[in-house]
């Protein structure tokens, strides 16, 4: 199993620590050789206040061996070449570490955040990869780019915007999903698939992998041919005192997922359908406070690892492995002895 993390260290999902401090761009380069020297098999950059793309081109710079990942950067808002163009230049800068997340974002923000008419996400997600692919395709091999789809038509590639062929033109592309519909995409055309970590081990088991099995057969493969990723909700802390503060804030978020209608598939598959709908007016009634009343203990631990950091490293592989071939974990990281506690961490969930 694959451990990833999400930069900086200690962000695992915003706002499980405190204080949430900002991303200083010009230390990411430092924080992934952090994550190198640590252990870790990639880093990973989500899109919210930064480029990922220029984030990751330093944290290139600054490391020889580790993966570096967008999760996810947004594909609907920019056109397929431009994002062809930016991972194959993260490819060209880290000599084949490159791992290219995509999400479809929802539809409130594609339309007015970036002023885009709105289309139904699986089918757009399958056309935009296949034009990111025939792309690469002629950069890599000088052949026409012919390209033809509901979304994209794609056929011209004049030498002045031809970077041209590069030494590991196969740039893993994966997709976010929780949907059926999306999940299906990401098992027919995808390299692996991101989950949200709404995701319970048994919405894993009942719901995304029969999809990915779908849509992987529409194009004679297996589920063998995609890599699951997976994002955990998890709480940890040193003991079991500090522990407890954690609980409290991963109880808020998971009634933050609880009142999102986009992730309702999830609650309702363990039972929660109705306590969801709770959650739903409580927010609408911007009724924050009273959210994790709704959340019991049952809840919080069927949907988040909780653990110390004697524990949660084997709690996490019991969880995932057989089912995940990725998993993303952080603890802050300040010195030597956090750097020994996050390897023990790795060594457990890799089962060493």
């Known amino acids: 199993m694959l451990v990833e993390t999400l930069l900086p260290l200690g962000k695992l999902d ?4 405190e204080p949430d401090t900002p991303l200083d761009i010009r ?4 924080g992934a050789a952090r994550a190198e020297e640590a252990g870790l098999d990639a880093v990973l950059v ?4 930064d480029d990922p793309f220029q984030l990751l081109a330093l944290g290139a710079a600054a490391t020889d061996r580790i993966g570096l990942g967008t999760s996810v950067a947004m594909a609907f808002p920019r056109s397929p070449t431009v994002t062809a163009m930016s991972a194959w230049s993260l490819q060209k800068v880290s000599n084949g570490r490159a791992i290219l997340g995509l999400g479809s974002q929802v539809r409130a923000h594609v339309e007015r955040r970036f002023g885009l008419p709105w289309s139904a996400p699986a ?3 399958r056309d935009y990869v296949g034009a990111l692919r025939a792309v690469w ?3 890599q091999t000088g052949e026409p780019l012919r390209y033809e789809s509901e979304h994209y038509s794609l056929d011209l590639m004049v030498p002045l915007f031809d970077p041209g062929p590069i030494d590991h033109p196969q740039i893993p592309v994966h997709v976010a999903a929780i949907g059926p519909n999306m999940c299906a995409v990401a098992g027919e055309v995808a390299d692996g698939v991101r989950l949200h970590p709404v995701c319970t081990p048994r919405f894993i088991d009942e719901e995304v992998l029969p999809a990915l099995a779908r849509g992987a057969a529409r194009t004679s493969r297996s589920l063998n041919d995609v890599e699951v990723c997976m994002k955990p909700l998890v709480g940890t802390a040193p003991n079991r005192e500090a522990l407890d503060s954690v609980i409290r804030t991963v109880r808020a978020r998971v009634a933050f997922y609880l009142s999102t209608p986009s992730y309702r598939r999830t609650f309702a598959l363990h039972g929660w359908e109705q306590v969801a709908r709770q959650a739903s007016e409580l927010s609408r009634a911007n009724r924050w406070d009273d959210l994790p009343t709704l959340v019991d203990d049952e809840m919080l631990h069927t949907v988040a690892t909780i653990g110390t950091y004697d524990d949660i490293g084997e709690l996490l592989r019991q969880r995932y492995l057989g089912r995940c071939d990725r998993i993303e974990f952080s603890i ?5 002895d956090d ?3 996050l390897r023990e961490i790795l060594g457990q969930i890799r089962g060493a």
């Open 14 to 17: 915003p706002g499980l620590r």
């Open 27 to 30: 230390s990411f380069g430092e």
């Open 46 to 49: 989500e899109e919210t206040k």
């Open 123 to 125: 089918p757009w997600m």
């Open 137 to 139: 395709n002629t950069w």
């Open 332 to 336: 802050p990281v300040r010195d030597a």
């Open 339 to 341: 750097v020994s506690r």
